[in-house]
Every structure is written in C-alpha cells, then in structure tokens.
C-alpha cells in the first residue's frame, strides 16, 4: 500500500482539506495506493509556488535547465524498473510496455535538456540604416499540465520537458486513475535538485482543479492531454482570459492495407497498432480499411495472430494484453462491440468481457469484426479497446474519402510498397500523422499533432518548445 502526498513548493504536503482519493490496481481491482484529493485552494497554493519563482528560473541559463533536465532523464533511466512497476500496477499495461513508457518518457527529457539550448531568436533587415530589428523567443510563464491515465509517464514528459527547458515553472495534474506514476516522476525532480517552485504536482479531479487553472490569472498556459470533450471544455474557458492552450485530444485512426502490402509485415503492424496498451492509446488503428482482393487472406492471419495474445495481469511472463483502465472503459467496449453486432458486424473472434474464474479485473478480450460499416458506432467513436474492426475497400479514391469521413484528425496508417501511392495517400489524408508501413509512428525528435477535432497546437521534437515561447520584436532606433 502505496501512502503519497503532493508536490508543492519543495515540500511533499497533503491537501489542506486533508482529503485522499484511492488508487486501484485494474488488473485485481485492489487499492494499492492512497494520495491527497487536491481542493482548488490547493491548486492555487501550487500556482503561487510557481509564480513565485518564474522570474527567477526564466533568468536561468539554457545550461543550468539542461542539467536539471538531463539529470533527470537519467535518474528516470536508473529508476526505470521501479517506476515501471508502479506503472503497470496503477494503470495495467504489461510490465515491458511499462519500463518502455518510462525510458521514452526519459527520452523526452533529455532531448528538451538539449532543446533548451536552442532557443534562438532573429535579427531582420531593417527599411532604414539606423535602425535594428530583432524577434527574440521568452517563456511564456506559469504552465499548467493536465495528463491522460493511458501514458501516465510519457505525456508528462512530453509536456513539462519543452516547458521547463523554455524556461516555464509548472503544475501538472496528473489523471485521477495514474498519480503514482507521476508522483515517482516528481521524486525524481527532487533529486535533479529543481529550485523549489519550479515543478508542482496536485493530484485530484480534474472537474475540481480545472476551474482554477482556468480562472487563476497567474496561469499563462494550459497543456493537456486527453478526451476531446474536455478539451473543448478548457478551450472556451481559456477564451476569457486569452490563455494559451495545447490540447492533445481523442483520435480515430484509419488504418489502411492495400493489395500490393507485405501482408506478413502489415498484420504485425495491425497487432503492435490496434492492441498496443489493450487498445487505449489515442493513436491506435480505429478503422481498418483492407483492399478486398486481400480481405479474407488479411482477416484470417490477424485472427491467427489475435488468438495467440496472451491476456492477464502485466506482472505475469509472456502477457501481451492486460486489463482495460476501468469498469466503465470496460462498458463502452461491450456497448461498441454489441452495437456492431446487432447492426451486422460478424464476430471472428473474442467479443466479450474475458471469462477469468471468477477473478475481478476490467479484462476485454482481445476481438476482430468483419462486416464493419459506417453505421456503425466503432466507426465513428473512440473504442478505447482491443477490438479490431475491418472494413473492405476497392479503390484508392473510395478508401480516402471513408478514411477522411471522420470529425478526428490525429493518426492515420498506410501500408503499400508502391511508393507514389504512399506520397498520394499520406498527402491527401486529413491527419496530423501518417505512419507509412509503420505502426509506430512516434519518436521524441519529431512531431506529434492532432487536426481537426483531435487538436490545437503541437508537441514533441523541437516544434514542442514553440508551445512555452512568446516571440518578442524588438525595434531599436540607434543614437549617432
Ligand atoms: P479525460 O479527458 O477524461 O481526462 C484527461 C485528464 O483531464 C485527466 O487528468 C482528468 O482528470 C482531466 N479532467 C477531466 N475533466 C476535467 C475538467 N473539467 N477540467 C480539467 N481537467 C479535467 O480523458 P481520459 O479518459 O483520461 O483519457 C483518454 C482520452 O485521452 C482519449 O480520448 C484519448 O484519445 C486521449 N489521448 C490523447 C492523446 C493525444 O496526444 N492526442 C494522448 C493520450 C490520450
């Protein structure tokens, strides 16, 4: 049993109304942890903490962030088993996604650490002799991070890594369902020696502590990652105040197999994408769109492949797939799976909650569709689930036109050896990302964007830093 508290100013504190929330193990349905349930007033406590010392830490040299950054990617790396178990333990995933989660999220920081050196500004030709024209790049000020309980070490990385190296204190409030993973993260900040202020950590409801960030004015900035109705929700009320905002939100990724595929090599792809972290992840495959001269040969190796998943706890060997985050995620799994069928969805395998003796644990097992078609809910929605739904397609000009029919724009997959099909396709499909012959599309260098309804602003690479920056002109009239 897991006792934690918050971080907030240097100090590891209780909520001041001293109320905690559970945390549960999904996999057993056991409270394995207890942590403080933040009140708004707590919330405010941390955002002062780091108004108090933005001055300070936006004055520091990009070589003293870098250190703290670059530190703590490292001690993330020596505590990569142990985090990597809290990991597994309070969110599922099996333990070998996990200790990769936290080794990427450790990636994120040592590229900011060096990012942090990169913070160039301009000089600009100017229409007249005696004067001189700069655009130089400050931070933005207080940032407050709001993260999803799918990628509970990566999307804090990802956010707090380019604000920090920016020159930004942060308050990160990390999903109800996953604060010991964040709050491990922050163990580790502590020992990278952070300035007190810098990094803040709150842990509590999201429905709670998001009014305060919103009407709070020492706010700068808002960072979050997670459902598109959310999002929503935080970009109206940033509008009072002209807060800036990045919203990282909800996807529903076509993914896309044309006769010419390797189709060994797409099935492989199929699996890593669509039942990666039991299928809860905002990137993975949503939509199958297989060219039907392929259809049958597609559909029967990804049921050969499906069936040899393992399901169970992430701590046991060999497990592919653990549980689902919840009962409710759970729910919306059945719903979507149940909709399907009833509307003529044929079942190839899986279908239902996973039969475990009797054991407690929000378990789905893994489950492919055929017969799929618009109709449907699995089409339009997030599944958040290890349920592969596969539709028929025959020509490139159809396949576009179904795959873009989507309110979502974040990943999109295509598999094909014809290289011109491959650059007509990525630039016609209305995502941020395209994986071509590639499930796995994300890497800390580069970028990770949603369009559409998936979302505003970017992150990851060097674009990542743009989102903690102000550019500044400056226009200087010299003396004789
Ligand atoms: P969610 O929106 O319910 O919760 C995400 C975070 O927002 C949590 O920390 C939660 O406490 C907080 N929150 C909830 N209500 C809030 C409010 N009113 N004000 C402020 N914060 C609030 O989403 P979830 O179910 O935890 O995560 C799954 C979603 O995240 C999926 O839609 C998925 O696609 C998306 N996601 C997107 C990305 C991306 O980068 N685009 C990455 C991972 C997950």
Redesign the pocket.
């Known amino acids: 049993m897991m006792e934690k508290k918050m971080y907030i100013g240097g100090q590891w504190v209780h909520s001041v109304t001293e109320k905690t929330s559970n945390v549960t193990n999904p996999a057993t349905e056991e409270v394995i942890g207890v942590v403080p349930s933040a009140s708004r007033e707590d919330a405010a406590i941390a955002i002062d903490a780091a108004n108090e010392v933005f001055e300070s830490w936006s004055k520091t040299t990009a070589s003293e962030r870098c250190n703290y950054l670059f530190k703590t990617s490292e001690l993330l790396i020596e505590r990569a088993d142990e985090i990597a178990e809290i990991l597994t333990l309070e969110q599922g995933k099996p333990f070998a996604e996990a200790k990769g989660e936290v080794l990427f999220a450790a990636e994120y920081f040592r590229l900011y650490s060096e990012e942090a050196k990169r913070i160039y500004g301009e000089t600009i030709p100017a229409p007249t002799p005696n004067k001189r024209l700069l655009v130089i790049r400050q931070p933005i000020g207080v940032v407050a991070a709001?993260?999803?309980?799918?990628?509970p070490a990566l999307?804090i990385a990802r956010k707090i890594g380019p604000a920090l190296a920016a020159g930004c204190p942060v308050v990160v409030?990390?999903?109800?369902?996953t604060p010991l993973t964040a709050i491990a993260i922050f163990e580790a900040f502590e020992k990278a020696g952070f300035p007190a202020g810098v990094v803040n950590l709150v842990t509590g409801?999201?429905?709670r502590?998001?009014?305060e960030?919103?009407e709070n004015q020492k706010v700068k900035k808002i960072t979050?990652?997670?459902?598109?109705?959310?999002?929503k929700?935080?970009a109206k009320g940033s509008a009072d105040q002209m807060k800036r905002i990045s919203l990282?939100?909800?996807?529903h990724a076509p993914f896309i197999v044309f006769e010419d595929a390797d189709l060994d090599k797409a099935v492989e792809a199929c699996i890593i994408s669509k039942f990666r972290n039991a299928g809860?992840?905002?990137?993975c495959s949503n939509r199958i769109y297989v060219q039907d001269s392929i259809m049958k040969a597609f559909s029967d190796k990804l049921a050969e492949r499906v069936q040899s998943l393992k399901l169970g706890n992430g701590f046991e060997k060999g497990v592919d797939i653990g549980p689902l985050?919840d009962r409710n995620a759970l729910e919306k799994v059945q719903e979507h799976v149940e909709d399907a069928l009833n509307k003529g969805a044929k079942l190839v395998t899986g279908g239902s909650v996973w039969n475990r003796d009797g054991l407690a644990g929000s378990f789905f097992a893994p489950t492919i569709l055929t017969n799929v078609d618009d109709s449907m809910l699995i089409c339009h929605e997030?599944t958040?689930g290890p349920v592969a739904p596969l539709l028929s397609f025959s020509t490139e000009e159809e396949v576009i036109k179904k795959a873009n029919n989507s309110s979502y724009g974040?990943a999109s997959y295509v598999f094909t050896r014809d290289l011109g099909k491959a650059f007509r396709v990525s630039e016609n499909l209305e995502y941020g990302m395209v994986g071509v012959n590639d499930p796995l599309p994300t890497v800390a260098q580069s970028l990770?964007i949603?369009w559409k309804e998936?979302?505003l602003g970017y992150?990851g690479g060097k674009y990542g830093m743009d989102q903690y920056l102000e550019l500044k002109y400056i226009s200087m009239v010299l003396n004789d």
Do not use: D, H, R
Not at 224 to 231: A, N
Not at 280 to 283: E, G, H, R
């Open positions: 709001i993260t999803p309980w799918n990628f999307m409030k990390p999903a109800e369902q409801k999201g429905s502590l998001g009014p960030f919103l979050f990652t997670g459902s598109t109705e959310v999002g929700y935080l990282e939100l909800g996807g809860q992840t905002c990137i985050i997030e958040f974040l990770f949603g998936s979302g992150e």
